[in-house]
């Protein structure tokens, strides 16, 4: 059973939902942020990485040897450092090495790839900088699909690989064809056909949504490091990442898949409202922190 916490939690988005214009959605996911307030004495340092703002947590100055670079969610259009703070500083001091939030181009001022091209620019100057550093990488929804995406990239580029990639719901078919879209569609308060839909657009204009730096899971995973996903029942991209999952395991990827029921989209995000949210980003930042101390 979910907690009361979750339930509460659930009806208050259920009561309270996103719209779909998109200086509106922009604002109300900034809006959701400030449930969520980071304190003044957050270890928060601003910063730019591969040309983008960025945003350090737990790190005072230089590039560390172990890093994790978080690449936030929002369907390519909308979300921002602002969204994400609460999320960064947490996964900070769970993993006990710095994290680095990039703000990377959103569509539809900025189609694909550019939100690729400023995760890859990030990755290529913290390797840069820290040639030996044990790099991770995270993300939440499209964020999720980004890290993945960000990793085939790595690959092909032949640069050294990250350690590990821990992605929340990640959103990885942008063709949108998973069957539990419409199966899920009544108990998903954060997502639905008509809205991937129209993410997708922003994203990609009329670009091919089956493109593999795209939608990850039509490429080849081969070579990439262990992954660690995690879903929500309750998600209508649930078969996002079981796909991801299988897609993983046929390329001989090494890959944890965590399906938690009932949970909602990216719940890990929302851990300060309830203790499911809580514990599964607690697993992820393990995950984490044991790939960076290997």
């Known amino acids: 059973m979910p907690s009361a916490d ?3 939690f659930l009806e208050q988005l259920r009561s309270n939902p996103m719209p779909t214009e998109l200086v509106a959605m922009r604002a109300a996911y900034e809006g959701m942020a400030q449930m ?3 304190g003044a004495d957050a270890p928060v340092r601003g910063a730019t990485l591969g040309g983008r703002p960025a945003e350090w947590y737990g790190a005072e100055a230089g590039t560390p040897d172990r890093v994790v670079l978080y690449l936030h969610g929002g369907g390519y259009a909308i979300g921002s450092l602002v969204t994400h703070r609460h999320l960064g500083v947490e996964m900070a001091r769970l993993v006990a090495h710095p994290v680095v939030a990039l703000d990377y181009r959103l569509g539809p001022e900025h189609r694909f790839p ?3 091209d400023d995760a890859l620019a990030a990755y290529r100057q913290l390797r840069a900088e820290a040639p030996q550093a ?3 990488l995270a993300g939440d929804s499209a964020g999720g699909g980004l890290v993945v995406a960000t990793l085939m990239a790595i690959r092909d580029a032949g640069l050294a690989p990250p350690v590990g990639a821990y992605c929340m ?4 078919d942008l063709a949108v064809t998973g069957p539990n879209v419409a199966a899920k569609a009544s108990v998903d308060p954060l997502a639905s056909a008509d809205l991937l839909g ?3 657009r922003r994203y990609l204009a009329d670009g091919d949504p089956r493109a593999p730096l795209a939608s990850p899971i ?3 995973l081969r070579g990439l490091p262990p992954l660690f996903i995690q879903v929500g029942s309750a998600e209508v991209l649930l078969d996002d990442s079981v796909r991801l999952a299988q897609a993983a395991g046929r390329d001989d990827v090494a890959v944890t898949l965590e399906v938690w029921p009932d949970m909602i989209h990216v719940f890990p995000y929302f851990f300060p409202a309830f203790p499911e949210g809580r514990d599964a980003l607690g697993r992820g930042c393990d995950f984490l ?3 960076l101390s290997v």
């Not at 719901?169 to 990885?172: K, N, T």
């Open 6 to 8: 979750f339930a509460q």
């Open 36 to 38: 969520f307030p980071v």
């Open 114 to 116: 550019a939100a690729l």
């Open 134 to 136: 044990r790099i991770a």
């Open 169 to 172: 719901s990640p959103w990885v």
């Open 198 to 200: 129209l993410m997708t």
């Open 218 to 220: 039509y490429g080849d």
């Open 289 to 291: 922190r044991g790939r």
